[in-house]
């Protein structure tokens, strides 16, 4: 699995948004892309313990194009998520475009909640 390395923006006045993601132990992330896109722009970077791997999702909300980054792997037991937790993840590396469509910083959905928690914020 290789991906582009992008850095994780946080707003230090959002203290503990993430509530245990991602972006709570590390500053940076690898957004992991299919084999053939990796050969094809020439992409180094491999996940790891302080770059963990994150996935793309893009939807169409409103008629409008809507991406954001979540961790590859499904929430903890329990949990649900993933939901964004106020950080963004962008680099200066120009592939980043050509893999997100548009060249500005995306959301990082790392934040999960318990159902209870969940039931009653989006209430």
């Known amino acids: 699995m290789k991906g582009l390395s992008c850095s994780i923006f946080k707003n230090p006045l959002f203290k503990d948004c993430a509530n245990g993601g991602l972006s709570e132990r590390v500053n940076n992330v690898i957004i992991?892309?299919?084999?053939?896109?990796a050969k094809e722009l020439s992409l180094p970077f491999e996940p790891s313990e302080s770059h963990p791997a994150v996935k793309?999702?893009?939807?169409?909300?409103?008629?409008?194009?809507?991406?954001?980054?979540?961790?590859?792997?499904?929430?903890?037991?329990?949990?649900?998520?993933?939901?964004?937790?106020g950080t963004f993840i962008e680099t200066s590396d120009s592939r980043y475009s050509k893999i997100v469509g548009h060249p500005y910083p995306i959301p990082l959905h790392d934040r999960?909640?318990?159902?209870?928690?969940f039931e009653a914020l989006t209430r």
């Open 32 to 37: 992991v892309v299919t084999d053939e896109q």
């Open 56 to 85: 793309l999702v893009k939807r169409t909300i409103c008629g409008e194009l809507y991406v954001h980054a979540e961790p590859i792997n499904p929430p903890p037991k329990g949990m649900v998520g993933w939901c964004a937790g």
């Open 112 to 117: 999960c909640d318990t159902e209870e928690d």
